[in-house]
């Protein structure tokens, strides 16, 4: 999969004659394929496209990367020269570059050894890979997968005096062992009082009856990200705990039955924290409903408060209200959908009803 001619199709419109991409994940969605950091470059004319890297991956790049003209960067000629000998060919004079990720020492050095203009053009990319297609879903929806049955296996583990650290390396190896090539983030475990920082890092704590357990985790699949959150409990729960939960499910349906094409993403938001609000935990959902992702776990779109733009079809945001109550528990439940026009359609499947382990 790659996405050279989707970049070529948007040049004219940001009055740019080449893209020049630099960053990882965005190279990744042009090219298809993934060297870290800084050690390759995807430049996009209007004529063709060409991907340059240095020798620890031109073997790897030379069965990957299709559609575009390979070549290997070396000390004498390196990215910047192959720039400029690729635009003098296809008589190119401004080249977008991504500023959002670009260092600005990366900035000057560009400038200093180009022979053309340089524009501002990260948004290229951000409203192109944030409309995904089919083969990106296909990806995603895969990715998915592999952390739910994941989740249906680590549901065995989760039990009184097994720690957070134990789940979340038992969660990493399951994803693994079921196939994902990476996690897409560090899983969080957080137990009873952690609950109520919503990105608590897992620790030695073990888990305690009476306890909710927070799992917040997703997994990488032919370089696309999974995300998703249960919250379970142990033993028991308590009236309130019982209460918190179901709100918070109820947000996250009223969430999910808001998001479709062309609504406002704050409005997505909003239907969410309103339910959350009538139950009187307003001040305890500190966080936007949900956030893009795609080629990396957090992208564009958000929906949030100051999300005003209309959610595009094609569009993949999670949908994951909370309720963190400080020093007491807290409840997340999470799940990814696509916006299509009409509304939206769940990539879960995992039940989400009240769980009460033994
Ligand atoms: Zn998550
Ligand atoms: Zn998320």
């Known amino acids: 999969m790659n996405h050279f001619a989707a970049i070529r199709a948007q040049l004219d419109r940001y009055g740019i004659d080449a893209m020049l991409l630099t960053n990882e994940a965005n190279r990744f969605y042009a090219s298809g394929f993934r060297s870290i950091g800084t050690d390759g470059v995807a430049f996009v004319t209007k004529k063709r496209a060409y991907y340059w890297t240095d020798s620890r991956y031109i073997e790897a790049a030379g069965r990957q990367v299709a559609d575009a003209e390979l070549a290997l960067a070396t000390v004498e000629r390196g990215y910047a020269a192959l720039i400029n000998e690729a635009a003098a ?7 977008g570059f991504e500023d959002e990720y670009m260092t600005v020492a990366e900035l000057e050095r560009y400038r200093s050894r180009l022979h053309v203009a340089l524009k501002p053009a990260t948004e290229l990319l951000t409203g ?3 409309v995904k297609d089919g083969a990106e879903i296909a990806a995603l929806t895969d990715a998915q997968r592999i952390a739910e049955r994941a989740l249906a296996e680590i549901y065995n583990d989760v039990r009184v005096g097994v720690t957070e650290k134990e789940i ?19 899983p969080i475990v957080a137990s009873g009082a952690n609950g109520s920082k919503p990105h608590a890092v897992p620790s030695d704590k073990p888990i305690a009856a009476g306890e909710f357990v927070t799992m917040d985790f997703g997994c990488i699949c032919r370089g696309y990200c999974s995300d998703m959150t249960r919250t379970v409990a142990v033993g028991y729960v308590t009236e309130e705990m019982e209460r918190v939960y179901h709100t ?28 959350i609000a009538d139950a009187g935990y307003g001040a305890y959902f500190g966080h936007g409903f949900g956030h893009g992702v795609g080629v990396e776990i957090h992208e564009s779109p958000r929906a949030s408060t100051t999300w005003k733009d ?3 079809a094609g569009a993949v945001i999670s949908a994951e209200p909370g309720i963190y109550l400080p020093g007491r528990f807290g409840v997340r439940i999470e799940d990814v959908v696509v916006i299509r026009e009409g509304g939206c359609e769940n990539l879960h499947r995992a039940p989400k009803e009240l769980l009460i382990l033994p």
């Not at 060919?89 to 080249?95: A, K, Q, S």
């Not at 990493?172 to 897409?184: C, F, I, W």
């Not at 109820?250 to 609504?263: K, P």
């Open 89 to 95: 060919r296809d008589g190119v004079e401004t080249v």
């Open 128 to 130: 192109l890979r944030m």
């Open 168 to 186: 979340a390396a038992k969660l990493t190896y399951l994803m693994l062992r079921y196939g994902a090539e990476n996690v897409s983030f560090d």
């Open 248 to 275: 918070v499910l109820r947000a996250q349906l009223a969430g999910i039955a808001a998001a479709r094409a062309g609504v406002p993403s704050c409005d997505v938001h909003n239907a969410a924290a309103k339910v």
């Open 310 to 312: 209309p959610l595009p």
